[in-house]
């Protein structure tokens, strides 16, 4: 039985490592900005486009079956091991004879190579997923999250070690594979498996044909992630590509840092709780009641500090993103009610319905690229923002039919984060007002700093202090723990 607590202590830990790994990201994803150009970014971006396309084939959504299953045993998840395996390695034969023809088509002879030794993660990639699967099913988040942290700094520290000796794009794809192996090995230890393989594949029949649904999900989702970068890299160049990379993965990060952590918890307590529909209800508007309470504001102080940001954290000649950042910061509260309703969808197994919206979703994206980029990235940045609207509104339909909620259960969801986020947009509206005059000579570190900080105190105090009905014992909580800081920093007797 997953009670409230359970759901609380398994968010905690999924928020510390989402936002352990988001903020290390952030740290060496600046060292390396300052060590590459934006073309390097670019190249490798349009790498992944393939590469991460086709690790949504190897996995089969079999993994997600696994965790969603009430019963299953040591032989399924063999079974399922040695499948990924076999697939994993027929992509990689696949991409080493399709390396020359990839790397003529974009004229660029280094693809060959660079999509080659990429494609080495496809067979280490089951030796991840297994693991991660049990400790995942086993709700050992503390687990996953000291293997992900780990992994990011071997990761990282190997792609700046190389960075500096000059490697370039190379720094990137090595930096990733030793990241790879690392977490293979630490994985396979924190969930006591080994690797044995088991050719009984009708006994995965189950989870093939859910694992079938999610990964046609996923691979739609994907494509629609990328496609935007696709017709940039064929459209304006490499450079597009990796300055619409940064704005777009910078705006995601606070998304990533709450909703991705609640994601998971919710998706694993809703498939506990499919016979109890009362306690889902309201663990899905609690969880889209906070997570927007804690995400929005990130959202608001980006679209008003997008350009000090970008230029104090990246350099100048990254200023050219500032522009979309600020406009798909409006995307935020969207994607956080699409995000959780695909969660209850998948919780549910009502994936078959999700298909249609994101095959919707991805016609319009691609509609919407080609449509604004003529227009520039921010006229382009714009559209997008449209479509993640839809995206929004067709997903918490789907998920309301499913769960039994109403678009009154969202609105009452959403008030305390619109209010609390409105008054924080007149502050920030306000500071950058006063700030304006003295913006041409003041280095963008201290308008990022000025801004940064009175937005931040004045929706500490809203949040805290301003009395709104459905956050008081998520404010008592809070003031709670800032008596018990304040009395063990005080004085003592």
């Given at each position: 039985?997953?009670?409230?607590?359970?759901?609380?202590?398994?968010?905690?830990?999924?928020?510390?490592?989402?936002?352990?790994?988001?903020?290390?990201?952030?740290?060496?994803?600046?060292?390396?900005?300052?060590?590459?150009?934006?073309?390097?970014?670019?190249?490798?971006?349009?790498?992944?486009?393939?590469?991460?396309?086709?690790?949504?084939?190897?996995?089969?959504?079999?993994?997600?079956?696994?965790?969603?299953?009430?019963?299953?045993?040591?032989?399924?998840?063999?079974?399922?091991?040695?499948?990924?395996?076999?697939?994993?390695?027929?992509?990689?034969?696949?991409?080493?004879?399709?390396?020359?023809?990839?790397?003529?088509?974009?004229?660029?002879?280094i693809y060959e190579e660079l999509l080659r030794v990429s494609a080495l993660t496809f067979v280490i990639r089951p030796l991840v997923n297994l693991p991660n699967n049990i400790l995942y099913r086993n709700m050992?988040?503390?687990?996953?999250?000291?293997?992900?942290?780990?992994?990011?700094?071997?990761?990282?520290?190997?792609?700046?070690?190389?960075?500096?000796?000059?490697?370039?794009?190379?720094?990137?794809?090595?930096?990733?594979?030793?990241?790879?192996?690392?977490?293979?090995?630490?994985?396979?230890?924190?969930?006591?498996?080994?690797?044995?393989?088991?050719?009984?594949?009708?006994?995965?029949?189950?989870?093939?044909?859910?694992?079938?649904?999610?990964?046609?999900?996923?691979?739609?989702?994907?494509?629609?992630?990328?496609?935007?970068?696709?017709?940039?890299?064929?459209?304006?160049?490499?450079?597009?590509?990796?300055?619409?990379?940064?704005?777009?993965?910078?705006?995601?990060?606070?998304?990533?840092?709450?909703?991705?952590?609640?994601?998971?918890?919710?998706?694993?307590?809703?498939?506990?709780?499919?016979?109890?529909?009362?306690?889902?209800?309201?663990?899905?508007?609690?969880?889209?009641?906070?997570?927007?309470?804690?995400?929005?504001?990130?959202?608001?102080?980006?679209?008003?500090?997008?350009?000090?940001?970008?230029?104090?954290?990246?350099?100048?000649?990254?200023?050219?993103?500032?522009?979309?950042?600020?406009?798909?910061?409006?995307?935020?509260?969207?994607?956080?009610?699409?995000?959780?309703?695909?969660?209850?969808?998948?919780?549910?197994?009502?994936?078959?319905?999700?298909?249609?919206?994101?095959?919707?979703?991805?016609?319009?994206?691609?509609?919407?690229?080609?449509?604004?980029?003529?227009?520039?990235?921010?006229?382009?940045?714009?559209?997008?923002?449209?479509?993640?609207?839809?995206?929004?509104?067709?997903?918490?339909?789907?998920?309301?039919?499913?769960?039994?909620?109403?678009?009154?259960?969202?609105?009452?969801?959403?008030?305390?984060?619109?209010?609390?986020?409105?008054?924080?947009?007149?502050?920030?509206?306000?500071?950058?007002?006063?700030?304006?005059?003295?913006?041409?000579?003041?280095?963008?570190?201290?308008?990022?700093?000025?801004?940064?900080?009175?937005?931040?105190?004045?929706?500490?105090?809203?949040?805290?202090?301003?009395?709104?009905?459905?956050?008081?014992?998520?404010?008592?909580?809070?003031?709670?723990?800032?008596?018990?800081?304040?009395?063990?920093?005080?004085?003592?007797?």
């Open positions: 039985m997953t009670t409230p607590s359970d759901f609380r202590r398994g968010v905690r830990w999924l928020f510390i490592g989402s936002t352990g790994t988001q903020i290390l990201t952030f740290v060496f994803g600046i060292v390396l900005a300052r060590l590459l150009a934006p073309e390097i970014f670019g190249t490798l971006v349009t790498i992944q486009i393939f590469t991460g396309l086709a690790g949504f084939i190897s996995g089969g959504g079999m993994g997600q079956g696994l965790v969603r299953a009430k019963d299953v045993t040591r032989r399924d998840f063999d079974v399922v091991f040695t499948l990924q395996l076999l697939i994993g390695c027929a992509i990689y034969m696949g991409f080493f004879l399709l390396a020359p023809w990839l790397a003529a088509w974009y004229k660029v002879p050992q988040y503390k687990a996953q999250t000291t293997a992900r942290i780990v992994t990011l700094l071997v990761a990282s520290c190997t792609s700046i070690g190389l960075a500096i000796l000059g490697w370039g794009v190379w720094s990137l794809v090595l930096g990733g594979i030793a990241g790879s192996l690392v977490n293979a090995v630490m994985l396979c230890s924190l969930a006591d498996w080994r690797p044995t393989l088991n050719f009984s594949f009708s006994h995965s029949r189950a989870f093939a044909s859910y694992g079938f649904i999610v990964s046609v999900n996923d691979i739609v989702v994907y494509i629609r992630q990328q496609v935007t970068n696709f017709v940039l890299g064929r459209t304006l160049g490499m450079a597009p590509v990796g300055l619409f990379n940064k704005a777009d993965s910078l705006m995601r990060m606070p998304s990533q840092f709450i909703t991705g952590s609640v994601y998971q918890a919710l998706f694993r307590s809703l498939a506990h709780l499919q016979d109890e529909p009362a306690k889902g209800r309201s663990m899905f508007m609690s969880s889209i009641r906070l997570v927007c309470v804690y995400t929005l504001p990130f959202y608001v102080m980006l679209l008003w500090l997008a350009l000090p940001l970008i230029e104090t954290v990246y350099g100048p000649r990254w200023a050219a993103a500032a522009g979309p950042l600020a406009i798909l910061s409006l995307s935020g509260p969207f994607m956080i009610v699409e995000n959780l309703s695909g969660a209850v969808l998948a919780a549910h197994n009502w994936l078959n319905r999700e298909l249609y919206v994101q095959v919707a979703v991805l016609a319009l994206t691609a509609l919407a690229t080609l449509s604004g980029v003529s227009g520039g990235l921010e006229w382009m940045s714009g559209l997008l923002v449209l479509v993640t609207v839809y995206n929004s509104i067709h997903m918490y339909s789907l998920a309301s039919r499913c769960i039994g909620t109403s678009w009154r259960d969202l609105a009452r969801a959403l008030a305390p984060a619109t209010l609390l986020n409105g008054m924080l947009a007149l502050v920030m509206w306000g500071t950058m007002s006063l700030l304006e005059p003295f913006s041409q000579g003041m280095h963008p570190v201290f308008i990022l700093g000025i801004g940064g900080l009175a937005g931040a105190l004045s929706y500490i105090c809203a949040f805290l202090f301003f009395p709104v009905k459905s956050l008081e014992s998520e404010q008592t909580r809070w003031k709670t723990l800032l008596r018990r800081g304040l009395t063990l920093s005080g004085p003592k007797a």
